[in-house]
């Protein structure tokens, strides 16, 4: 059965510092990966996706993650973290070349201090 | 281009009672799924509309049904609430091509409470 991991459910970094967060999945086939945001009590914006091709993929608030199969991982990075990036945070895995389904990690609550 | 809109933002309800959610997908769209957030977790699956008929289920009771239009327009109705009911309801628009359904793109959602 398709999973996705988030280990960190908190993260807390300094507003200008780089930020990596972590998501590790389990699909039998390449799977598309997604990581969306979410500010409190807001729907989900999508930061950016993974289909095919290019392992690392440009998203949008200057958002970059890179897919690994030989570590089941997709990471999300930005080099340097604004206040306003503070939210939480989901990797989700859906069926390619299927009905897309969404599988969510459990998210990474993100906290940004001045 | 308007995005995901959904209806209403917020609803209260007691316990026993019946609920309609309403979704409009992006302009484009041909595909609906509907997730239930409950607070602090992540969204579930609950179903999938194509074509006007469900094509894929989560693991969620027949108390859960829903409708799509032949404006792609959709409908999230849960009867008998109970209080485990109360969650953010999020509806996601996607375009399906081939079969295949490509990125979802999701709406502000509908909060229920249920007392």
């Known amino acids: 059965a398709q999973s996705v991991t988030q280990p960190d459910i908190h993260i807390t970094v300094s507003e200008g510092a780089s930020l990596e967060l972590r998501c590790n999945y389990s699909?039998?086939?390449?799977?598309?990966l997604f990581w969306y945001v979410q500010s409190p009590g807001q729907g989900l914006q999508l930061l950016l996706k993974?289909?095919?091709?290019?392992?690392l993929v440009q998203g949008i608030k200057g958002f970059e993650a890179e897919f690994k199969r030989s570590q089941s991982s997709f990471n999300l990075r930005k080099p340097s973290v604004h206040w306003s990036d503070a939210a939480e945070y989901f990797c989700a895995v859906g069926e390619s070349g299927g009905y897309n389904k969404l599988i969510f990690g459990a998210g990474t609550r993100l906290a940004v201090h001045p | 281009d308007a995005g995901v809109t959904q209806s209403p933002t917020h609803l209260i309800k007691t316990r026993g009672q019946q609920v309609t959610l309403r979704c409009s997908p992006k302009s484009g769209h041909d595909t609906v799924s509907w997730y239930q957030q409950a607070l602090g977790q992540e969204p579930q699956f609950i179903f999938q509309?194509?074509?006007?008929?469900?094509?894929q289920r989560g693991n969620f009771p027949d108390r859960f049904s829903g409708h799509q239009f032949p404006n792609y327009s959709s409908e999230l109705n849960v009867n008998a609430l109970l209080l485990g009911d109360s969650a953010l309801y999020l509806c996601a628009s996607s375009s399906t091509s081939g079969g295949v359904a490509g990125t979802q793109y999701f709406g502000p959602g509908t909060r229920l409470l249920v007392l």
């Open positions: 699909y039998g086939a390449t799977p598309y």
């Open positions: 993974y289909f095919s091709g290019d392992t």
């Open positions: 509309y194509y074509e006007e008929e469900e094509r």
